[in-house]
């Protein structure tokens, strides 16, 4: 990899600039992080985030839409219909239960490529998480351990193998008696670097994990005492922000891909060695309503 010019001075500039404009809770209602009630207790707000990172693709108002249909089933087996006590489910209903229930008022559910099946099965996962290791976090702390910052996309491979073993098994592939997509499966909700793609939802959650500020959640910072959280993340990449670093002239790559999103990391490291994707959000803000508009 060619080494990367440090940023110079009027961008950085001009990024605090927006910094300044749009890191702020009110531009929440654009991204599909507003769709949460930040008021729930933080093993709630750890799943129910993960599971709109998962379904974060395409237009906001769709995201939205269906994560308030999941939530409204949901809420036809006890769980608050603001997604609370969601933890609480899992942690009191066996995985043979949890399937009966979640069959029964998920059917019908779809959004886009993600099927009523692929939600029974993560959150059923997800549930095997809490059993097994409590939290998500918990899981990334056993995938980090021993490892620093520099093997950040080992830690990322690692965690998302952990959460392979805690799935339930699956065949993806529609047989000849059913030619139906059989949705996503699980896995779509923790796309690994090693299959190369970009894992911007993946990415885009541990942001949120990871970060604390007006936007980000910042509900794993107290579990990495020898390192800062954010120096594991990589930038989560979607066309927004590949648009933004193409006309900006910070890559030249055309496709987005893992190696686009090591370069822009290595990017914002120069930029902000502590805090390498503080300017995520308001990029990609700044981006929908640019690229949008001349569209």
Known sequence: MTPMKTPSASLRRKLDRLYDELSREEFLVKDPLGAIDRSLPCEDLELLSFLIAGLSYGRVESIYGSFSSLLKRLSLIGIRDNGGGLACWLDE????????????????????????????????????VRREHTSLAQVFVE???????????????????????????????PSRRSPVWAGTGASWFYASPSQGSTCKRLLMWLRWMARKDSIDLGLWQDRFPQHRL??????????????????????????????????????????CPEDPIR??????????RLFRTRA
């Open 279 to 288: 300017y995520d959000f308001v990029i990609c803000q700044s981006g929908m």
């Open 143 to 173: 995938a980090s351990r021993g490892l620093g910052p520099e093997n950040s996309k080992a830690v990322l491979v690692d965690f998302c193998q952990r959460l392979d073993a805690l799935g339930p098994a699956r065949k993806m592939k």
């Open 93 to 128: 209903t066996s995985p043979r239960q949890q399937k009966i229930l979640l069959d029964r008022v998920l059917s019908g559910w779809v959004h886009r490529l993600n099927t009523a099946r692929d939600l029974r099965d993560v959150l059923i996962l997800l549930g095997n």
């Open 230 to 271: 954010q120096e594991y993340l990589f930038w989560p990449v979607d066309t927004h922000i590949h648009k933004w670093a193409l006309q900006e002239g910070i890559t030249s790559r055309r496709s987005a891909n893992w190696a686009l999103v090591e370069e822009l990391t290595e990017w914002g490291r120069l930029l």
